[in-house]
């Protein structure tokens, strides 16, 4: 298998670890008002549940896509260039939706305020769901193709990129994102936040299952090979199956983790068919062929490439192995009983967790 290849599939597998683990992320952050009876002084502990699930892990789980863009730098040069220049209106709201959102993790519990926190809330909320909508638009103009002119450069609008399938492709991730996280919430938490965010799953799940369905068949429709076919009949299937153990799991039963681990597959199985119809395209050409980019003429030299790969070997597992060691660590559920419902002694310990799972914040 030639290097460029196999840098290609390295990239699908950062984005794909990406969307998986930054996706329940990005859909806790919408869930918050759901789940914290909105704003309200009444939901502030809830909402603090909500953010201590994810507080030892979310910028742990933005290392994958730097990790992506950086490789896509590396070993895609040209590829690079086109998609941060064409896509720059897009991605630029993203950093700094991400932004806002780090910032609000951050900084909610540095004071005592139900406005201040308020505020703060509003921030994650937006933090996670602009993200959600736009890495699918941007993964949708990618798959579908775009206008590219001589030398590889775009020659289309912003308005372009808000076409109905990339729409479509948006719409997908934001309620893939928002059922990953509702099951999620439902593996890491417990009493009545557990319940309600199962609910909310149950409710969520049908909606997204029939959004997600109708963007394969689009997708099958602009490109598609035996092998992309094949993974997103997998993806519905995985959904599906995730729907069903939501549906019929209690807390008796602990389905949860099946029922998380099947929307998980469902994101895996859905990257690999889009980066499967994609190969050997990294960013078609809807002007003309000539014009789009392949994994042969946007790659770096093979001696960079080369080398890229034996760091990737040597350092990719010790990242991989610290990052599950630290979901292991964190691996406890909590509850309301575990958030005190004065104020914090810790106010600085913004969704940190204890070892034996009781909450510092």
Known sequence: MELTTIWFILIAILWTGYFVLEGFDFGVGMLLPILGRGFSAQGERERRVLI???????????????????????????????????????????????????????????RDDLRWRRRFDICIVVGSAVPALLWGV???????????GPGHEYAGSFG???????????????????????????LKTSGDVRDHARRVAGTVGPVAALIAVTFL?????????????TLGLLAAASLL????????????????????????????LTVASLFSGLYPYVMPSTTADVFSLTVTNASSTPYTLKIMTWVAVVFTPVVVAYQGWTYWVFRKRISITHIPPASEPHPLNVGRLAVDGEAVR
């Not at 979310?58 to 040209?78: H, I, K, M, Q, R």
């Not at 068949?217 to 076919?229: E, K, N, V, Y």
């Not at 199956?241 to 019929?248: D, F, G, I, K, P």
């Open 52 to 110: 201590n699930t994810i507080g030892p892990v979310w910028d742990g789980n933005e290392v994958w896509v730097l990790t992506a863009g950086g490789a896509t730098f590396a070993a895609f040069p040209e590829w690079y260039a086109t998609l941060f220049s064409g896509f720059y209106l897009p991605l630029l709201l993203i950093l700094v939706a991400l932004i806002i959102r780090g910032v609000a993790f951050e900084y909610r519990g540095k």
């Open 138 to 148: 941007a993964f949708g103009n990618i798959f579908r193709g775009v206008r590219l």
């Open 160 to 186: 372009d990129l808000l076409n109905p399938y990339a729409l479509l492709g948006g719409t997908t991730t934001l309620a893939l994102f928002l059922l990953h996280g509702a099951i999620f919430l439902t």
């Open 217 to 229: 068949l689009f997708t099958f429709d602009i490109r598609r090979t035996p092998a992309s076919i």
């Open 241 to 268: 199956a995730s729907l069903v153990l939501v549906r019929t799991g209690t807390a008796r039963t602990k389905r949860d983790g099946w029922a998380f681990a099947g929307t998980a597959a469902c994101l895996v």
